[in-house]
């Protein structure tokens, strides 16, 4: 009776203790696979280059010195500035429906619990007129780039599109400052500053889904070399929590394997 009683309870506390231990782990950095956004300039439609990559959001550098994609025979003017273009940023906003209020997503590799967003704003050092202002964050089980690349408008994306794909809002409504120097004379930070954001909810996913609002405000004696913000950006992404945790599926798998086994042994006792 007693040997039946403890097969029964190590049946029921495997599982638990196994769902419990991430949160039971110290944070580190998740690993990220991919990255990609959509809304990057050059335009695909309208040069056929993408200097301003989404993968620069996740290269490491955090400088914001030159990659290795800069066409400096199409924009003879990029040359001239030492920071040049290790970041991603959006096409240009026009207004109206074509808002360029794009959002980026990032593939972690594994199923992961995301505690806390790290976020290098945009420098655009020689332009000053692309930056992230305020932002939402939404997590999901699988891959968005069908859904998000499927809108009508991919430039200007609403929170009403991104809350009708069903993923989950893990961090609402915060805000970047501005890192825009003030004017192409001044000296980039090196390193920039690491902003954290800590999520509001903690779940497990694979994607992390970044919907920017808007592009902030130019700080005090910031003026644009284009006359105003003309976009978002973001100069590298980090994300901070456990990975490869367990899928719920595993977990229950194994709790149906360990009752099965009690079975058994309760049958081999008679």
Known sequence: M????RARLISAIIPLCLLAMPFGLAAMSITIADADASSTFPSPDVRPLADFDADNMIDGNLTGQANDTLD???YPALAECPC???YWIATNSNGGADAATPVVWFDLASLSRVDEIVLYN????RFRDRQTGTF?????LFDPSALINGLADTEGITTADVAGFGFDLILNNVALT???????ASPLPNPMSAQSFAVDTQVNARFVIIQI????????????????????????VQFNGIENVPEPGTV??????????????KRSAR
Do not use: Y
Not at 178 to 184: M, Q, Y
């Open 2 to 5: 007693k040997t039946e009683f």
């Open 72 to 74: 400096t025979v199409q």
């Open 84 to 86: 040049l273009n290790s």
């Open 122 to 125: 945009a420098t655009n050092h």
């Open 136 to 140: 939402r964050v939404w997590a999901s």
């Open 178 to 184: 501005s890192e825009l120097p003030v004017s192409n």
């Open 213 to 236: 609002l808007d592009f902030g405000v130019n700080p005090a004696g910031t003026t644009p070399q284009n006359g105003g913000l003309l976009g978002a950006g973001l100069t590298e």
């Open 252 to 265: 229950a798998l194994l709790g149906l394997g360990l009752v099965a086994f009690g079975c058994i042994r």
